[in-house]
């Protein structure tokens, strides 16, 4: 690696590339076809790749003039830490950055000893995030002050665990010359079940490792169900005021769920995920002229 903006230091811990073909080839085809997918719907959703300089001019009806410049930031981190154990939300997470034309991007784990070969690494792959970083914790925070003295960043993050939710802090108190995102809280999902047999529970469990699901709505009971998947009694009204960030529901119950959710998935996506509130525009700089006012 060339770019001299990255410390020796951290080059010394960049991923090789031997761990990430082992990743790659230790995650089953068939579930790498569901990070395809979830790559291929997050970049219909906010796609398409953004330019590194982007005008645009209008006159307006009440008679003055603007001009925006939306330009990439000058880098954009995933931060994650070894509770980050799903691929398809690192993937979600991935992609907006990578389409969003910021100058740099990389991927940082906060762990120590080797390299880590895992699903989440496979699947940063797959969506063409490739810089990867393996720091401890005091590399990681001399890292955030290097992206902190940019005052152009944006950093996501990935992970319950300690050094990472202190680094989320501290973080918390460089803004805004960062720009920070953490997503919603993804330990209990809902699904509603109706007949059951819709729902791939054993690839939902292989998409949300540490998640708990409550199975709601099961007309029958559902045999087998993966370990963290556990029964629950009541209304879909009662379902939806669960408190659930997102849930999986049957597709005639999605126009129900719109807006009592952050993310509502039917049949077919259990493979999926996307995070709404992320979009390019969140690795961007905007600004605005306005003149010409002849009221």
């Avoid at 990070?35 to 291929?40: G, L, R, S």
């Avoid at 590399?139 to 940019?150: N, Q």
């Avoid at 009204?237 to 659930?244: P, Q, V």
């Avoid at 509130?277 to 009221?295: C, M």
Wanted: glycine share 8%; aromatic share 10%; proline share 6%.
């Amino acid at each position: 690696m060339s770019d001299s903006f990255y410390a020796d230091w951290m080059i010394e811990r960049l991923v090789p590339d031997d761990a990430f073909s082992l990743a790659y080839n230790s995650m089953p085809g068939e579930r790498r076809a569901w990070v395809k997918k979830t790559a291929a719907q997050v970049h219909a959703l906010v796609g398409p790749m953004r330019d590194s300089r982007e005008e645009r001019g209008r006159v307006h009806r009440q008679g003055f003039s603007s001009r925006a410049l939306s330009v990439p930031l000058e880098c954009a981190v995933i931060f994650l830490d070894s509770t980050c154990v799903s691929p398809v939300q690192v993937a979600a997470a991935a992609v907006p950055l990578v389409l969003s034309g910021a100058r740099r991007m990389c991927a940082v784990r906060i762990e120590d000893g080797t390299p880590v070969s895992d699903n989440v690494l496979a699947a940063l792959e797959l969506v063409g995030l490739e810089t990867v970083f393996q720091l401890d914790e005091p590399g990681a925070r001399r890292f955030m002050e290097m992206l902190t003295e940019t005052h152009s960043a944006a950093v996501l993050f990935f992970g319950r665990g300690t050094a990472l939710m202190s680094l989320s802090v501290a973080a918390g108190y460089a803004a805004p010359q960062l720009r920070l995102f953490k997503p919603f809280l993804t330990e209990r999902l809902g699904i509603w079940a109706g007949a059951g047999d819709e729902w791939d529970f054993e690839t939902l469990a292989w998409a949300h490792p540490c998640t708990q699901f409550d199975v709601w709505g099961a007309r029958t009971a559902i045999p087998d169900l993966p370990p963290g998947f556990s029964h629950r009694k009541g209304s879909f009204e009662s379902f939806l005021g669960e408190g659930y960030q997102g849930v999986y529901v049957p597709e005639e119950q999605l126009a129900e769920s719109v807006g009592q959710v952050a993310l509502a998935l039917a049949p077919g996506q259990e493979g999926c995920w996307v995070w709404p509130e992320l979009s390019t525009d969140f690795f961007r700089a905007e600004t605005l002229a306005i003149g010409g006012w002849n009221g």
